[in-house]
């Protein structure tokens, strides 16, 4: 197994240096700065709405009823629903999902805005520097001098995955801490007792992660794509789709992805709707991901 040994150095090798320059670019890029400035201000300003409300009511929510697994719900909407309107499964999942609070923890998420705001405008935020900074190497040339000094493209590729993965992970703590903090001021100034736990102030791991794959969609998605708008919606749409099979999900997305795969049982007749769950959820994400690794293999870079 000696032979082996060059191969794996060398692209072992190849993605610690690509990491390494990956960093070093980054670091210089004004846009970093703003897009962190945009996630922190955007996740402190959309939490004052929630929490204006908050300071209205007369007495905080009782928390909300425990959800259903998605699992389960997709299978029950699966296999009783006779393909109605799809307007009318969401309305009635609207109905179903209604987001009530129980306290402090409501306003910190975003409250009516969206139940993980925080995590969502981290999301945003990655998704958008990863298509940018795949999208660099492909105007005015740059990518001449990245695969120049790297040529293994697909370890340069990774190397961007992960720090546009790491970076939303961070942006999703950061702007967590300043919703918290923006929820803790807007309550002490107007001289209400809200319970704010401390550890309210950390992100919890489903967002984090949805931050991190955000970013990871957006470098795969600008690779392919070439458009940061575009590979932006992309990831956002792919990050979407995982959140319908989370556990506890509230996604409003649930009935649309349970009629594709009722009508991916009618039209594959053998296939159960397991299987067709998981290939709703797999096959975009697995068609995005080697399409992106195709792309940066086979695309030119002038």
């Known amino acids: 197994m000696s032979w082996l040994r060059p191969p794996v150095?060398?692209?072992?090798?190849?993605?610690?240096?690509?990491?390494?320059?990956?960093?070093?670019?980054?670091?210089?890029?004004?846009?970093?700065?703003?897009?962190?400035?945009?996630?922190?201000?955007?996740?402190?300003?959309?939490?004052?709405?929630?929490?204006?409300?908050?300071?209205?009511?007369?007495?905080p929510l009782p928390p909300a009823p425990p959800v259903p697994s998605p699992r389960l719900a997709l299978h029950s909407l699966v296999s009783t629903i006779d393909v109605p309107a799809a307007s009318?499964?969401?309305?009635?999942?609207?109905?179903?999902?209604?987001?009530?609070?129980?306290?402090?923890?409501?306003?910190?998420?975003?409250?009516?805005?969206?139940?993980?705001?925080?995590g969502a405008v981290a999301a945003c935020s990655a998704a958008w520097l990863g298509a940018s900074s795949i999208r660099y190497e492909y105007r005015h040339g740059g990518g001449?001098?990245?695969?120049?000094?790297?040529?293994?493209?697909?370890?340069?590729?990774v190397a961007?995955?992960?720090v546009a993965a790491c970076f939303g992970a961070l942006?999703?703590?950061?702007?967590t801490l300043a919703a918290y903090w923006t929820a803790r001021l807007g309550?002490?100034?107007?001289?209400?007792?809200?319970?704010?736990?401390?550890?309210?102030?950390l992100a919890d791991p489903r967002s984090l992660a949805m931050a991190a794959l955000c970013g990871v969609l957006g470098v795969m998605g600008g690779a392919v794509l070439r458009s940061r708008l575009l590979a932006t919606t992309?990831?956002?749409?792919?990050?979407?789709?995982?959140?319908?099979?989370?556990?506890q999900s509230?996604?409003?997305?649930?009935?649309?992805?349970?009629?594709?795969?009722?009508?991916?049982?009618?039209?594959?007749?053998?296939?159960?709707?397991?299987?067709?769950?998981g290939l709703i959820l797999a096959l975009p994400l697995l068609v995005l991901t080697l399409s992106g690794v195709l792309a940066v293999r086979r695309r030119r870079v002038v």
């Open 160 to 162: 961007k995955a992960v």
């Open 88 to 118: 009318a499964w969401s309305s009635g999942l609207l109905h179903q999902y209604s987001p009530t609070h129980g306290g402090g923890a409501w306003v910190v998420a975003g409250g009516v805005v969206g139940m993980v705001l925080p």
């Open 187 to 201: 309550f002490k100034v107007f001289g209400v007792d809200v319970a704010l736990p401390p550890h309210l102030m």
């Open 9 to 59: 150095l060398a692209t072992v090798s190849s993605f610690v240096g690509a990491l390494r320059y990956e960093l070093v670019r980054l670091g210089n890029l004004r846009s970093i700065r703003g897009v962190a400035f945009f996630a922190f201000v955007a996740s402190a300003v959309l939490t004052l709405p929630a929490a204006r409300h908050m300071i209205g009511l007369a007495h």
């Open 171 to 175: 942006l999703c703590l950061g702007s």
């Open 234 to 247: 992309a990831a956002l749409v792919g990050c979407a789709l995982v959140a319908v099979f989370l556990p």
């Open 144 to 157: 001449l001098l990245t695969f120049a000094l790297l040529p293994r493209r697909f370890s340069v590729l």
């Open 250 to 277: 509230t996604s409003l997305a649930l009935p649309y992805v349970a009629l594709a795969a009722q009508r991916t049982v009618r039209f594959m007749p053998g296939i159960s709707d397991t299987a067709a769950l």
